[in-house]
């Protein structure tokens, strides 16, 4: 039970909005062929799992979930999604039927043992709410006691991660060689080519 200073008829709603708004966008992830709208329904459940945790007074894992997830991580597939200026229709995948019904019959059995887990488990609820410390401290003094160097080592891959995409993804940018009174769209974008290229043609 959550002790945020919400009553119980306030929990049960905001759990019932927030779950309902979860499996809407979701489902729209998955079923959408937009990809730009699916990015920005997978931001929308990030926020509705942010609103999860909210309730259970994970305050701090709640924020982490905003400012990392939905900050970051969906605004950097944004930024791929937008500037991928790829003009490609979809191709029918073979078998894509047979696919989707395997995909279906492994979700609906994921479904079926988490609801068979939830059923079983003794979901022990007491009267009285226990005055539990900030998670925000609790998580501190573990990051910077127990699990130091462990955080210390995640935040150099990421930084080696970081440095490593930036120089795969580096192009020099030229463009084509127009010819005078020649017009088009085609001649009117900035197209990207590898060094390697450029080094070839001179």
Not at 33 to 48: D, E, K
Request: hydrophobic content about 55%.
């Amino acid at each position: 039970m959550s002790n945020i200073g919400l009553g119980d008829g306030s929990q049960t709603v905001s759990l019932v909005v927030l779950a309902a708004m979860l499996t809407a966008s979701a489902m729209g992830v998955v079923l959408l062929q937009n990809v730009v709208y699916a990015a920005f329904l997978l931001g929308a459940s990030f926020i509705s799992v942010a609103g999860l945790y909210l309730l259970l007074n994970a305050d701090f894992v709640a924020a982490a979930q905003v400012l990392i997830y939905v900050g970051a991580v969906n605004i950097l597939i944004l930024f791929a999604i937008m500037l991928v200026n790829k003009r490609q229709d979809y191709q029918d995948v073979k078998y894509g039927a047979l696919r989707s019904v395997v995909t279906g019959v492994v979700c609906l059995g994921l479904f079926g043992l988490l609801g068979a887990t939830v059923i079983s488990t003794d979901w022990a609820v007491t009267a009285t709410i226990a005055k539990l410390p900030s998670t925000m401290v609790v998580i501190g003094q573990h990051f910077f006691s127990d699990y130091l160097l462990p955080f210390e080592l995640a935040s150099v891959l990421l930084l080696v991660a970081l440095i490593g995409a930036i120089v795969l993804a580096r192009r020099e940018l030229v463009p084509d060689a127009v010819k005078v009174g020649q017009v088009d769209e085609d001649s009117l974008e900035l197209l990207e080519k590898p060094k390697e290229q450029l080094v070839a043609s001179k």
